[in-house]
T-cell receptor, first 119, second 112 residues
Framework: GAGVSQSPRYKVAKRGQDVALRCDPISGHVSLFWYQQALGQGPEFLTYFQNEAQLDKSGLPSDRFFAERPEGSVSTLKIQRTQQEDSAVYLC?????????????????FGPGTRLTVT | TQLLEQSPQFLSIQEGENLTVYCNSSSVFSSLQWYRQEPGEGPVLLVTVVTGGEVKKLKRLTFQFGDARKDSSLHITAAQPGDTGLYLCAGAHSGGYQKVTFGIGTKLQVIP
């Protein structure tokens, strides 16, 4: 079936604008993650959903960042009043398993990301 | 803040050479993953190692998890231009929902 898709692939925003980034996970995947990848860095965790519940938002850098997954499938990451330091690739990943077993790891499937440039 | 340190950060080698990439941390992980990421794409999982001292092989790639589960290495034999990419290690902690911490990555270029 189809993999994780994200839209738009590229977004240019003027500083102060609001943006919304969409993630379509693999159908049936329970877990959904958002990551931020700055240029030359590895991905950094932003937030995690289990179905429609946002169980961890500890990685969101400020209250300008907001994520939702109202029906437990598609997710949207919203950034209000964008700043230049928000420029990065935003990656979404989904996983079928709840992934609660110690010592086990359930593969996260990543989308291609949305490259956000704030000018 | 990256809790996983990767070295080297950049590596440019000739086709046919061997190389090793290292991933180190002061934290103990329940599992450690290696990903490969190409420009404009998301990371793709190569392997997961779970047991201290574990060695896994994937064709010309050999992955090892340290005995204390704090470090790992990726060795590529006879590198090919198709191996070019960003190699990321990522550690998962036990319990919870498998929150993953990524390293900064090693950018590998294999020159034909």
């Amino acid at each position: 079936g189809a993999g994780v898709s994200q839209s738009p692939r590229y977004k240019v925003a003027k500083r102060g604008q609001d943006v919304a980034l969409r993630c379509d996970p693999i159908s049936g995947h329970v877990s959904l993650f958002w990551y931020q990848q700055a240029l030359g860095q590895g991905p950094e965790f932003l937030t995690y959903f289990q179905n429609e519940a946002q169980l961890d938002k500890s990685g969101l850098p400020s209250d300008r960042f907001f994520a939702e997954r109202p029906e437990g499938s598609v997710s949207t990451l919203k950034i209000q009043r964008t700043q230049q330091e928000d420029s990065a690739v935003y990656l979404c990943a989904s996983s079928f398993h709840l992934a609660r077993l110690q010592g086990a790891f359930y593969e996260q499937y990543f989308g291609p990301g949305t490259r956000l440039t704030v000018t | 803040t990256q809790l996983l340190e990767q070295s080297p950060q950049f590596l440019s080698i000739q086709e046919g050479e061997n190389l090793t990439v290292y991933c180190n941390s002061s934290s103990v992980f329940s599992s450690l993953q290696w990903y490969r990421q190409e420009p404009g794409e998301g990371p793709v999982l190569l392997v997961t190692v779970v047991t201290g001292g574990e060695v896994k092989k994937l064709k010309r790639l050999t992955f090892q998890f340290g005995d204390a589960r704090k470090d790992s290495s990726l060795h590529i034999t006879a590198a090919q231009p198709g191996d070019t990419g960003l190699y990321l290690c990522a550690g998962a902690h036990s319990g919870g929902y498998q929150k993953v911490t990524f390293g900064i990555g090693t950018k590998l270029q294999v020159i034909p």
